[in-house]
């Protein structure tokens, strides 16, 4: 009975002798099962106690209970070297919690603010925080798979343009939230990419980043070799930006001021009959401007590019719409073909293996509510375990930090 009821508290290796309940605790008096112990100096098997002590320690919470553990350690004299120890005990530290407290309090702080961790634990806001900063977290590139396809992207830490960088692993069977960087530098990038195991390195056959010029500066510094990937929802969010730029100019131009933002920007095969009505007048509304209809043709085309089985397809579609660009009198249009022949490598490389960012984006998506349910943050690095928290198990990221 007493092994059953230390395997249900998670205490195994101790022997609980006692329970005692009341509205508010749950106190269970544990000891040693063991006669003997090791002395923590020569390692030799001691048997002579010297003297006993009692502890009492924080255990976690049932049903809104808090559970605390009794503890009776003895000190014993080793014959062999003549000095006295405590005995160490499973799950024992010297903090004032046990391992298990200390992973569930972990747990609820993934999913909750760091104060109300501290509220529900009846401990102080310092101690929960101390709990994220004692966590030493490095990837296990290991485990990590034979191919490695990485995504790298930005996101908001806090307001005035305070960004950190996220990094994935975007292989199909090894996806995940790998780690976060303190900010979006590229002597930061480059650090972190130089940075990475040699036989990791070999490992990550490609790198998936948006249109931004200091990401792939970053990279082409740090490993010339690799391939870099264009996200495909980045390229498609371009067209659709420069359509909106060259729709207003137009329309503005034209004096016409027909609702037809969301028929321009919605995909061509998603389009009500509404929609169509609404284009087809635009088109004959604006034939003076032909930009605009252009530019609404280079956005699908561009959306249908995506739909290419091979490269050799893609090169051929992606080829056809530069032509459709050439001598369009529009800024807009001419600064997205600029772009288009600026990232034409990257923007083709994505048909090799078809690899996106589309599982970092959906990686933003959690952290937003993680960061809306913290409240904020100033510390860089407690972000980042805080965050990694809600997409790793907390025994993945403990290992012995804690104790």
């Known amino acids: 009975m007493a092994n059953n009821i230390a395997e249900i508290f998670s205490l195994q290796g101790l022997k609980v002798t006692v329970i005692t309940t009341t509205e508010v605790t749950i106190t269970l008096k544990a000891k040693s099962r063991r006669r003997t112990a090791e002395c923590t100096t020569c390692g030799a098997r001691a048997y002579r106690i010297h003297q006993y002590r009692h502890r009492t320690v924080n255990h ?10 009794q503890l009776t350690v003895r000190r014993f004299r080793c014959k062999a070297c003549g000095r006295t120890f405590a005995e160490a005990l499973p799950g024992i530290s ?26 529900r634990h009846d401990k102080a806001w310092g101690s929960i925080a101390s709990l994220l900063d004692n966590i030493h977290y490095e990837i296990n ?20 343009r305070q960004m950190v960088t996220t990094i994935t692993n975007l292989t199909q069977s090894h996806r995940g939230l790998l780690t976060i960087l303190p900010n979006d530098r590229k002597d930061t990038i480059v650090k972190f990419l130089k940075q990475i195991p040699r036989g990791a390195q070999e490992r990550i056959t490609e790198i998936c980043i948006d249109l931004r010029g200091s990401f792939r500066a970053a990279i082409k510094e740090a490993w010339p070799q ?31 001021h027909a609702k037809v933002k969301r028929a321009v920007q919605n995909p061509k095969e998603k389009l009500t009959d509404e929609e169509q009505t609404k284009l087809d007048q635009l088109w004959l509304d604006t034939a003076a401007f032909p930009s605009l209809h252009v530019a609404w043709l280079v956005k699908e085309k561009i959306r249908d590019l995506y739909k290419s089985r091979n490269r050799a397809s893609a ?4 080829t056809l719409i530069l032509v459709y660009l050439e001598g369009v009198e529009s800024a ?21 293996h078809g690899t996106s960012n589309g599982f970092t984006e959906g990686c933003h998506t959690k952290i937003k ?29 403990l290992g012995t930090t804690t104790n």
């Open 60 to 69: 976690g919470q049932l049903n809104d209970k808090l559970i605390l553990v």
């Open 94 to 119: 010297r903090r004032l919690s046990t391992a298990h407290c200390l992973n569930h309090q972990l747990e609820d702080a993934a999913t909750m603010s760091i104060k109300g961790t501290a509220l």
């Open 141 to 160: 590139w290991d485990k990590q798979g034979q191919r490695i396809s990485l995504g790298l992207d930005e996101h908001s830490l806090r307001k005035k």
């Open 226 to 256: 690799v391939n870099m990937v264009a996200d495909p929802f980045h390229v498609v969010q371009l067209a659709g930006r420069a359509v909106e730029e060259v729709r207003r100019v137009v329309m503005s131009a034209s004096g016409n």
């Open 315 to 318: 090169e051929k579609k992606f």
């Open 332 to 352: 807009y249009l001419t600064t997205l073909r600029k772009t288009l022949v600026h990232w034409q490598p990257q923007i083709l490389n994505h048909f090799d």
């Open 369 to 397: 509510m993680l960061k809306r349910l913290s409240y904020g943050f100033r510390n860089r690095e407690r972000y980042k375990i805080k965050m990694l928290l809600g997409f790793h198990p907390v025994s993945e990221l």
